[in-house]
């Protein structure tokens, strides 16, 4: 019999910049996650109501195509999935709060705290 392997993890990517945001999928894909990518908050919010407890982590900016913005998409993230990894990230200080669990970083970031944090997330 072969040996069972465990599934993939999956990261959702939330980024309006299609070459960050495509940076951000090559890095976790070469990290062994499954990646979904959108470019909205309305967007993600679509792929949470199905997919949020088989996520394991969600990376987004704050600033985003549509009416939401990262944060906003953070507290729902959250809502729908208490145990998901989230981090939001922005070039400027934060004017909202972040819901309780959910980490902020400031750009630039680098490619290795991604690496890190999907590491993490994969424990969690």
């Known amino acids: 019999m072969g040996q069972l392997k465990p599934f993939p993890a999956t990261a959702l990517i939330v980024e309006d910049d299609a070459m960050q945001r495509e940076m951000l999928c090559l ?44 944060v906003e998409l953070a507290h729902v993230a959250k809502d729908r999935n208490p145990k998901l990894d989230v981090v939001v990230t922005s070039g400027r200080p934060l004017m909202q709060p972040l819901p309780i669990g959910a980490k902020f970083w400031a750009k630039p970031w680098a490619p290795l705290d991604v690496l890190r944090e999907a590491e993490i997330a994969q424990l969690n």
Not at 50 to 63: H, P, R
Request: aromatic share 2%; net charge negative.
């Open 27 to 70: 890095l976790l894909e070469e990290s062994g996650y499954q990646v979904i990518q959108c470019e909205s908050a309305e967007a993600a919010e679509r792929v949470l109501q199905k997919n949020a407890g088989a996520l394991s982590l969600m990376l987004t900016d704050v600033q985003l195509a549509g009416r939401m913005n990262g």
